[in-house]
């Protein structure tokens, strides 16, 4: 086993999510040399081409990874190991926080064709498909004028994702709060309904907006976000009709630090922190091997 190899513990908890041949023939040949040739290119960041030979066929490993990222392999893979590790109580469901990171793109993650790609050997295209492959230009020069996208993620109090949202580097963060939490969904291995509730919900500054205000009311979510002063200035001014003062605990707004460290782990890997997929899908799919990654760790 090589460095950052998957241990036979984590193969063992990852083992049974993964697709199985079935009929005759053999669709899938060696899983575990696959996967660890797609982690070993998630932590260098090098090109698939120049995968070392002990993985096996560079374009056989880039292929299941643009394959399983097209058809959402990736992803229900991801809510099965939520799933096991929830039913170990393994996920700290007491604070969880949202926060967004932006991630430059390499030269190479540009010039992607404008035709829509369609999933291999169907008629569809990929669910997490975008026309802007989720790059673009931030504001005020602040990615140094070149192409960046945003990870807008919700962590859970243990310190691993529990679920993400691609798009352009431009794009706000307040607008992107009820679409991460929408993509809490987290199956009951006993059965039931899959639980997409958290007992709290923190952010920063960036996200008191009376619209996620009034999202986390009707769902009974409580919540711990500062309020700007020109909010709370202009709610003053309101007077009665500006509504009541939100509440606001500063010891459990502590706790929004875990998002961030949570942010620094998926950026150690280097095709995380710097995008080389020019695909959306495919770096949607590049994220979730690494948030499945960090759940498989102990």
């Not at 190899?5 to 040399?33: A, F, I, K, T, Y």
């Not at 932590?43 to 643009?66: A, E, I, M, S, Y």
């Not at 919900?201 to 009311?217: E, W």
């Not at 202009?234 to 929004?256: L, Y």
Request: contains cysteine; charged residues 30%.
């Amino acid at each position: 086993m090589g460095r950052g190899d998957l241990s036979d513990d984590e193969w063992m908890r990852l083992e049974r999510h993964l697709p199985r041949n079935r009929g005759r023939g053999g669709r899938w040949q060696c899983h575990r040399q696959v996967i660890n040739g797609i982690l070993f290119r998630q932590r260098t960041g090098l090109p698939w081409r120049d995968l070392p030979p002990q993985f096996g066929n560079w374009k056989t490993v880039h292929d299941r990874h643009r394959r399983w990222s097209a058809d959402g392999t990736w992803e229900k893979i991801l809510r099965a190991v939520q799933a096991d590790a929830d039913a170990e109580g393994r996920i700290d469901w007491s604070m969880v926080s949202v926060d967004s990171t932006s991630c430059r793109a390499h030269q190479h993650a540009a010039g992607a064709l404008t035709r829509a790609p369609r999933i291999p050997g169907r008629r569809r295209r990929p669910a997490r498909h975008r026309s802007d492959e989720g790059l673009g230009r931030p504001r005020g020069g602040g990615g140094g004028g070149g192409l960046n996208c945003k990870i807008h993620l919700a962590s859970e109090g243990g310190r691993r994702p529990l679920a993400f949202v691609i798009t352009p580097g431009q794009w706000g963060d307040a607008p992107q709060f009820i679409p991460v939490l929408e993509q809490v969904n987290v199956p009951r291995p006993g059965g039931g309904r899959p639980r997409t509730r958290p007992d709290h919900t923190g952010g920063d500054k960036a996200y008191s907006f009376r619209r996620n205000r009034r999202y986390l009311r009707r769902r009974q979510i409580k919540h711990t976000i500062p309020e700007p002063r020109d909010q709370r200035a202009n709610r003053q001014r309101r007077g009665s009709k500006g509504g009541r003062p939100t509440g606001f605990d500063a010891a459990v707004h502590g706790r929004r630090n875990e998002v961030d460290r949570t942010i620094n782990r998926l950026k150690m890997f280097r095709a995380v922190a710097t995008r080389y997929d020019k695909r959306a899908y495919v770096f949607h799919g590049t994220v979730t091997v690494a948030a499945i990654q960090l759940w498989l760790r102990p």
